[in-house]
């Protein structure tokens, strides 16, 4: 009966923007874009088990636009979509999947643009006992930060080389 309770109970859990989330939520991340043209999604992974795992992430991109990468213990180019890394009893490493807004030939996607993504988490010892989320990315405005300067006169906004 204990060896049951073991083999059932589940070796992850998972926070987004520092709450408790279930595995086959659906997140919508809607946002403008960063300076790098992408927009990124972060997740706590916990290992709720006492032994240290290697927990393997899985990345499927389902529209295939863009380009996407993940970072899971180091940073990896486009075209790899799995990742394993280790992580302590009971404690936790962040995950994050990062979708840039561009072209084959880097011009930046329309707005409006949206991709589609699926990220699979599981305890390599355990590969049957999988845990997936869906995360839509949402491109919203053009505004993309291009500096780090802004110019104000008399309490408005001024653009470069303005009289």
């Given at each position: 009966m204990i060896f049951a309770a073991q083999l059932s109970a589940q070796s992850l859990a998972f926070k987004y923007e520092g709450e408790s989330v279930e595995p086959?939520?659906?997140i919508n991340i809607v946002s403008d874009i960063n300076a790098s043209f992408e927009i990124q999604f972060d997740l706590d992974i916990i290992n709720t088990t006492d032994a240290d795992i290697n927990v393997v992430a899985q990345m499927?991109?389902?529209t295939n636009i863009g380009s996407t990468y993940l970072c899971w213990g180091s940073c990896y180019m486009p075209g790899t979509?799995?990742?394993?890394?280790p992580v302590a009893a009971g404690s936790e490493g962040v995950f994050n999947g990062h979708v840039m807004f561009v072209d084959a030939d880097w011009n930046?996607?329309?707005?409006g643009t949206?991709?589609?993504?699926?990220?699979?988490?599981?305890?390599e010892r355990t590969p049957e006992e999988t845990y997936s989320f869906n995360v839509n990315f949402k491109y919203q405005t053009e505004e993309v930060a291009t500096s780090a300067l802004a110019f104000k006169y008399e309490g408005e906004s001024v653009e470069p080389g303005t009289t």
């Open positions: 086959g939520t659906t499927e991109d389902l979509f799995e990742a394993t890394h930046t996607l329309p707005v949206e991709v589609k993504m699926v990220y699979t988490f599981f305890d």
